[in-house]
């Protein structure tokens, strides 16, 4: 019924709203969002996150994907982020990026995770929780007990208007505690994390073009069960690409795939792929609606991952 009622929600807006914006320049932007699975629709995640740009006119959103024109903007910008899990948790983060006027550019970013009793179902993303694992996380479990913190810091070059590179650096520090027959264990982890990454989004003649993302990251850990065994120590490699082909401003089709040599629990190479399908709608300059949804196909999963915002631009 819950899943029902969002579907309605949502095409009455599309229905009502204006049938034009004028696409001004912006220089904040204000998202409140919903994210779940199709298979337990009202066990999802919501959010707020704000993004303040600085210099110049503002982000042009005139000529370029609408969902793109914050990062093609190169602009120096400045955000944060609340995220709650039902009751179940939060995750919060604030970063900063400040773009020099040789577009090279420096980046910054802290993040807290808290999760207890949290059933994750399906497919979509826990947000830093995802930024202390990667993309490298059996999403069919309960995180009984979990906090973690940690920050990441970025250098890279804007090499030409749409297309950038960079080195990252990410360190994160884990506390769980599972409840195995009664007994309570407490794991320690920590990581860190080099990355080089590039990306790219290319203009179309008939269609708005295509957006293009590679990294690849190395990442060490150590990893303690405290008072039964001693620190394990290993790494990981990785590689992550996407492709998001936009067909209009507002409309795209794509894809993500990631691969390791290994994870937390085995030594086993891993991979996994996701096609998606976004829609950003201009309903009016000041208010637009996004819907996303996403099918992961390795691993395969039930159902979709689905996620929809409402984005405000002044």
Do not use: C
Not at 272 to 293: C, H, K, P
Request: hydrophobic content about 30%; cysteine-free; overall charge negative.
């Amino acid at each position: 019924m819950k899943r029902t009622t969002a579907i309605a929600i949502l095409l009455s807006l599309t229905g009502s709203a204006a049938i034009a914006a004028d696409d001004n320049n912006y220089k904040h932007e204000i998202q409140a969002y919903y994210s779940s699975s199709t298979e337990n629709f009202s066990d999802g995640r919501y959010g707020l996150s704000q993004r303040s740009y600085f210099g110049g006119d503002g982000v042009n959103q005139s000529n370029v994907p609408y969902a793109l024109s914050g990062e093609l903007a190169q602009k120096t910008n400045f955000g944060t982020h609340f995220a709650g899990f039902n009751g179940n948790g939060k995750d919060y983060h604030v970063d900063f990026e400040f773009v020099f006027d040789s577009k090279i550019f420096i980046a910054a970013k802290y993040y807290k995770t808290e999760l207890k009793d949290y059933d994750v179902d399906g497919y979509f993303s826990l947000g830093d929780y995802d930024d202390f694992y990667g993309m490298d996380i059996d999403r069919d479990f309960t995180v009984q007990d979990y906090k973690s913190d940690g920050y990441i810091g970025a250098i890279g070059f804007y090499f030409d208007p749409t297309s950038s590179i960079y080195l990252d650096y990410r360190r994160g520090n884990l506390k769980n505690y599972p409840t195995i027959l009664d007994t309570e264990f407490e794991y320690k982890t920590t990581t860190n994390n080099f990355g080089i990454g590039a990306n790219s989004f290319v203009d179309f003649v008939h269609t708005a073009g295509l957006y293009m993302a590679a990294k690849y990251t190395y990442t060490s850990y150590d990893l303690e069960l405290v008072g039964y065994s001693p620190t394990t120590e290993d790494s990981i490699n990785s590689i992550d690409l996407a492709l998001d082909w936009y067909l209009t401003q507002s409309f795209s089709i794509g894809g993500k795939y990631h691969a390791d040599d290994g994870s937390f629990v085995s030594n086993d190479d891993d991979y996994d792929y996701n096609v998606t399908a976004a829609y950003f709608w201009r309903m009016t300059d000041l208010f637009s609606a996004r819907l996303e949804v996403t099918k992961q196909l390795e691993p395969q999963l039930d159902g979709a991952y689905g996620r929809i915002s409402l984005d405000g631009r002044f």
